[in-house]
């Protein structure tokens, strides 16, 4: 018996042990400033991976609980949306054949290009991003500055326009009377192509 409590108490310091010293590894690497946090740096691939990773798991797990509107498509959510867009967001995310803001350059990681043909933009998921932010990325949250409708629209407008062009973009920010058949043609579309 008393060797089985040797036994115990043996492999329970060394547990204890262990995590102090590598709590004191961590700490000595935090304290030591190696690790390069510039902007201008590229991540170490690792810890891009497990910040990415990391973000994708709150993502989901956060967010989908926030109610769509039920016009979330209308064509003037889609148009107040794309101005909200073209003032707030295209500096970092890019606009069709515009190239970045400065500050869209600078900034690590760099912003996903959301208007790509490729993105999903899941409307909740973009709702609750746009809402919150992320941290630790040049993402603010535009729910302490905007209202949950100004959210949805933009919400509403990268999913819709995603493969956009030029033409439809200016059309969509800066409005014209001829755009509006148009436009209702390739929202109902788009919807059609989503319920299928």
Not at 78 to 89: E, F, T
Request: proline share 5%; net charge positive; aromatic share 8%.
């Amino acid at each position: 018996m008393m060797f089985f409590r040797t036994r115990i108490a043996t492999v329970f310091a060394t547990v204890v042990a262990l995590l102090v010293v590598l709590g004191a590894a961590g700490l000595a690497f935090m304290y030591s400033g190696v690790y390069d946090v510039s902007a201008s740096a590229r991540d170490n691939p690792i810890v891009a991976k497990l910040l990415h990773g990391t973000y994708e798991a709150s993502l989901h797990r956060h967010a989908g609980s926030d109610v769509a509107p039920g016009d979330l498509l209308s064509l003037e959510n889609i148009r107040s949306g794309a101005r909200m867009y073209d003032a707030s967001c295209a500096l970092c995310h890019g606009a069709p054949d515009r190239p970045l803001s400065a500050v869209g350059q600078g900034i690590q990681p760099a912003a996903p290009s959301l208007l790509s043909a490729s993105r999903r933009n899941k409307p909740a998921l973009m709702f609750w991003t746009i809402k919150h932010g992320v941290n630790m990325t040049a993402m603010p949250s535009f729910g302490k500055t905007q209202p949950d409708d100004a959210i949805w629209q933009v919400a509403a407008f990268i999913y819709a326009e995603r493969g956009i062009s030029k033409d439809k973009y200016a059309l969509l920010v800066h409005g014209n009377a001829q755009t509006g058949s148009a436009a209702v043609s390739s929202q109902r579309q788009m919807s059609a192509a989503d319920k299928n």
